[in-house]
């Protein structure tokens, strides 16, 4: 089983500063990584694909880079609704499809 | 616009199974993958398992061959998740997602579309 490992597990930031998150995996699984944000309350989002192509209704201040073991989703800009849990997917290596633990992104 | 509805939530005892429905509408069903992901309270998210309703045979994650099964009904365009011999640490919210499909003759199994969840409490 691939482990999926974020960092950090919370970072305060505050509106208009730029968010980078981490999310490495325990081997490589290429670009098929995936982000995705979660609000309080409701279901997941798929932000990211293929580890660089925003999903479909993506603003552009979210971007993601990397590929192998290492990679960054950058939210150039915080807006207010972008105060929440994002997760990183590998869907490389599966059954199981695995997702990092998370990463909190909260208001300085 | 693809959307998917799943069933209201349920309150059981330990010991006993579940069944979780996720109706998908607007869209093409039996091509895709249907996932089902766990979130227990404050915890992360958790896959368990998907199918591809047109070829009917699902995939878990070991920690749930056994114990979960999951199904679909193309008539109806309705995915199922059953949980037997639920014990109080599968108290989570049930969510499924639909993957975006074969693209350049490659399965992606990104979820772009996520049904509204269901909540699933197991208590004695």
């Known amino acids: 089983e691939i482990v999926m490992t974020q960092s950090p597990a919370t970072l305060s930031v505050s509106p208009g500063e730029r968010a980078t998150l981490s999310c490495r995996a325990s081997?490589?699984?290429?670009?098929?990584l995936a982000w995705y944000q979660q609000r309080p309350g409701q279901a997941p989002r798929l932000l990211i694909h293929g580890a660089s192509t925003r999903a479909t209704g993506i603003p552009a201040r979210f971007s993601g880079s990397g590929s192998g073991t290492e990679f960054t989703l950058t939210i150039s800009s915080l807006q207010s609704e972008d105060f929440a849990v994002y997760y990183c997917q590998q869907y490389n290596n599966w059954p199981p499809i695995t997702f990092g633990q998370g990463t909190r992104l909260e208001i300085k | 616009q693809v959307r998917l509805v799943q069933s209201g939530a349920e309150a059981k005892k330990p010991g006993s199974s579940v069944k979780v429905s996720c109706k998908a509408s607007?869209?093409?069903?039996?091509?895709?993958?249907i996932h089902w992901v766990r979130q227990a309270p404050g915890q992360g998210l958790e896959w368990m398992g998907m199918?591809?309703?047109?070829?009917?045979?699902?995939n878990y994650g070991q920690k749930f061959q056994g114990r979960v099964t999951i199904s679909a009904d193309e008539s109806t365009t309705t995915a199922y998740m059953e949980v037997s011999s639920l014990r109080s640490e599968d108290t989570a919210v049930y969510y499924c997602g639909r993957d975006r499909g074969v693209i350049e003759g490659y399965y992606h199994y990104e979820m772009d579309v996520w049904g509204q969840g269901t909540t699933v409490t197991v208590s004695s």
């Open positions: 081997q490589s699984v290429t670009s098929n």
């Open positions: 199918i591809i309703p047109i070829f009917g045979t699902a």
């Open positions: 607007g869209g093409t069903f039996t091509t895709y993958g």
